[in-house]
């Protein structure tokens, strides 16, 4: 078990979120970057969809009750055990009473605490996720706070732990991430295409766990950009009648009644779950093909790790 001392701006349990439910009216939610929690797991031999605690900004300090295998990835972080300086992407070993304190962020803006097992708390609709806004999934359906007390999982046998590590991932203040046009692309004319392939958008302050809210210079689109509601995913790119994008990141709504000029390719939305305001965004446009064998490149490589 792990007890809570301080929790942080916004820590919450996920796995890799919910599927095959947005029929029924929910969104998938999980994590917001699903690569650096895959490497966290990783790292302590679990299933890449174990229970993770995600962390927005400001991490936990948190108490380990017994000895357990825990691993740190995601964002740079100022972390610490016991006092002593210690890095993500690399498995520890906690023995009974020690502190792990994770505060700012140096790079990037999330990372994820995996232990060996796994956080044990109750599925909702076949995930650990925490719903936010139905106060469901995760730890009672809410974000931590000081005095929680979170019970691990039976973990597998783990040998040579020195040698489980990776270099840590580096973020920096201008991303680029690859999208496929559609399914709403036909409304802009090819300036405005030209124009959103082009530009470098600024991420502004409205960003949090259901989308990025984009500055630059507006699109117009052939016509109004309102439609019919039909169905969001993760990685969506509306464009508002103001003509700026927002990107609808993993608790965005179920379906919006803006039109979707593209969609962020899965390998890289890892990238938008770490940019902060004031970073820089420009988009690349790629085609079905060429986004398949990126996840298929990606899951290959999660897949051959330790």
């Given amino acids: 078990m792990i007890e809570i001392i301080s929790a942080g701006m916004l820590s919450t349990v996920q796995d890799l979120g919910r599927f095959k439910v947005m029929k029924n009216g929910f969104t998938q939610s999980g994590v917001m970057d699903a690569y650096s929690t895959k490497i966290a797991n990783k790292l302590c031999k679990n299933d890449v969809n174990a229970p993770v605690i995600e962390m927005t900004m400001l991490g936990i300090t948190a108490k380990f009750k017994g000895e357990h295998i825990f691993a740190i990835s ?8 016991n006092g002593n300086l210690i890095r993500t992407n690399k498995a520890y070993v906690a023995k009974d009473g020690d502190v792990l304190s994770i505060k700012g962020a140096k790079q990037g803006l999330r990372c994820y605490l995996a232990v060996a097992g796994g956080f044990d708390v109750p599925l909702f609709m076949g995930s650990a996720s925490t719903n936010l806004k139905i106060n469901v999934g ?7 706070k000081a005095g929680d007390i979170l019970k691990i999982g039976k973990a597998d046998k783990i040998k040579n732990i020195e040698k489980r590590e990776l270099p ?6 201008t991303v680029r991430v690859r999208v496929v046009l559609g399914p709403q692309d036909d409304m802009f004319s090819e300036n405005d295409l030209m124009l959103f392939s082009k530009q ?3 991420v502004t302050s409205d960003l949090d766990r259901m989308g990025i809210r984009l500055w630059g210079i507006a699109l117009r689109g052939k016509e109004k950009l309102e439609i019919i509601s039909d169905a969001i995913t993760f990685g969506s790119i509306q464009i508002t009648n103001s003509g700026m994008p927002i990107i609808l990141m993993a608790d965005h709504q179920t379906t919006g009644g803006y039109a979707k000029i593209a969609t962020v390719i899965s390998a890289d939305l890892p990238k938008l779950a770490q940019v902060k305001p004031n970073d820089k965004i420009s988009f690349e446009i790629i085609d079905i093909d060429t986004a398949e064998k990126a996840a298929i490149k990606q899951k290959k490589f999660i897949d051959k790790l330790f």
């Fill in 74 to 81: 995601g964002g740079i972080f100022d972390i610490s055990l």
């Fill in 138 to 144: 995760g730890f009672n359906g809410r974000k931590l």
């Fill in 168 to 173: 840590e991932n580096t973020y920096n203040n």
């Fill in 200 to 202: 470098q958008y600024t």
